[in-house]
């Protein structure tokens, strides 16, 4: 493309790095794949965190609110249990859980990618749980007191009063919650998943010029979230559309 | 019917109910009266075991309520609760409000628990807002359906927690009127209220509770008319 000896401008050097890194041996298929990983990875993870905290969330809300005289020594344990979840992995950075889950406990395995969303979905449990319980707490008390005066169990009352007012309460948070899960997954690129970093770095490799596939990826990023944030928007509006307050 | 032997109830350091004996009847209506922070409230949500009791004993129906082996569920299901603040579900219409209990705790099917939701509706004038939401309503009307929430699971009991005291005052007429037909048929009721005309109007006894101590209980002619306690006595001469 360009010949020697021949004085560049700044603005075809620009052409050329970009061209280099998006266009030339058809190397926008890279970052493409990289994001499909990326999405993979963040449905996966979004699956086992909304699940885990859940359960987590109702397991210490259910452990908080037992009448006195009637503990339930399962719901102590598993509260312990769950306590010591959500206070390691708040307390432990991201990017060293990655690496204790990708080079230690799964040493062995080659499924990098899903071995990072199963990371990430258990770090995003713990938040979630979190968001959560304290959406569940929002609920005014009357509104139990209501449901189990009638003889309603904790569960339906759960399930048909509770819950479903605390879903928009939640709803926001959880949104953000999913905001930071999504870029998250850029981590993975240390323990090898190929995502959307891990091809803009491949790119690099080839080039030796880090500024089109830094800046391609964080544009690609910004996209998502905006789409993601636009989706979410849409719900939100369709819950309160339901309120009729 | 509803028997409290020795009932006390403690928040940490803070005796809120202090041996209190009460006997309730079949068909009988009590109404219980007594400054703000006597333990009114506190006593009648440890009836169906809203709040537990520190010590004594709360028999219903020949069942010990404050036994841990006992279903509480399915005693709440004997005793119908109206709060001070309505509490309403306010992600449901009125209908499902009224029947989410009976067809979930198996009492009815949902046509037969809709049947007896709109009949009862109907008796307080409230048909029409069936497919209303709960935030539409006024205050009166959101006690009323209260009411009927409580009355469609066909309870043996009515506990009636400072129903009228979060409306304004032209509202509270509409729901006491509802409260009286109910004593009239013979609904066994324990009501906490500040309102003396019902009281004295509706009671048929009426039970004065101050400092955690049930101090004196009778008539409401002797309870208004000749009260004994001096607590009693300067109680009355305030609110009256």
Redesign the interface.
């Known amino acids: 493309m360009l010949s020697a000896n021949e004085p560049v401008t700044f603005w075809q050097r620009l052409y050329v790095y970009f061209y280099q890194a998006f266009i030339y041996k058809d190397r926008w298929q890279q970052y493409l794949n990289g994001v499909k990983t990326t999405l993979f990875v963040t449905a996966i993870a979004l699956l086992i965190g909304v699940i885990l905290g859940l359960i987590v969330a109702i397991v210490r809300t259910a452990h908080d609110q037992q009448?006195?005289?009637?503990k339930n020594w399962l719901l102590g344990l598993l509260n312990s249990i769950f306590q010591v979840y959500v206070t390691v992995i708040r307390g432990t950075p991201m990017m060293v859980q990655l690496m204790i889950m990708g080079f230690v406990i799964f040493a062995t395995s080659k499924d990098f990618a899903l071995v990072g969303a199963l990371t990430l979905g258990i770090n995003s449990g713990a938040y979630t749980a979190e968001i959560i319980r304290g959406g569940l707490m929002s609920v005014?008390a009357?509104?139990t007191?209501?449901?189990?005066?009638?003889?309603?169990?904790y569960m339906?009352t759960m399930r048909?009063?509770i819950v479903?007012?605390a879903v928009k309460a939640i709803l926001p948070s959880l949104g953000n919650e999913f905001i930071v899960l999504l870029k998250d997954t850029s981590l993975i690129s240390v323990i090898g998943g190929k995502e959307l970093i891990y091809a803009a770095r491949g790119v690099i490799s080839r080039t030796y010029e880090p500024m089109f596939p830094f800046l391609g990826a964080a544009f690609i990023y910004l996209v998502l979230v905006m789409v993601f944030t636009w989706l979410l928007g849409i719900f939100e509006r369709r819950l309160r559309a339901s309120d009729?307050? | 019917m509803i028997d409290v032997k020795n009932l006390t109830k403690r928040f940490g350091e803070l005796l809120v109910l202090d041996g209190v004996s009460e006997h309730i009847d079949k068909g009988e209506c009590v109404v219980v009266i007594g400054p703000s922070g006597s333990g009114k409230s506190t006593f009648l949500r440890c009836l169906n075991l809203l709040e537990t009791p520190t010590s004594g004993e709360i028999i219903f129906d020949g069942v010990s309520m404050t036994d841990p082996k006992t279903d509480i569920n399915l005693m709440r299901q004997k005793m119908g609760m109206v709060f001070q603040h309505f509490n309403l579900f306010p992600n449901m219409t009125i209908l499902k409000n009224c029947t989410l209990a009976p067809v979930r705790t198996g009492k009815m099917n949902k046509a037969d628990a809709e049947a007896k939701a709109m009949e009862l509706l109907g008796r307080v004038g409230l048909q029409d807002k069936a497919t209303s939401y709960p935030a539409q309503l006024s205050g009166g009307q959101k006690q009323r359906v209260a009411i009927v929430r409580a009355l469609c699971m066909e309870p043996d009991v009515m506990l009636f927690d400072e129903p009228t005291s979060a409306l304004d005052p032209e509202m509270v007429g509409e729901v006491l009127d509802v409260m009286k037909r109910l004593a009239k048929q013979g609904m066994t009721m324990v009501v906490v209220t500040h309102e003396m005309g019902f009281a004295r109007e509706v009671a048929h006894r009426v039970v004065f509770l101050d400092g955690g101590k049930l101090l004196e209980q009778g008539t409401p002619a002797q309870i208004f008319g000749n009260p004994q306690n001096e607590r009693l006595q300067s109680f009355l001469a305030k609110v009256l």
């Not at chain 1, 009448?67 to 009637?70: D, E, F, K, S, Y």
């Not at chain 1, 007191?145 to 169990?153: H, I, K, P, Q, V």
């Open positions: 009448r006195l005289g009637h005014d009357g509104q007191e209501a449901g189990r005066s009638l003889g309603l169990n339906d048909f009063i479903p007012q009729r307050r």
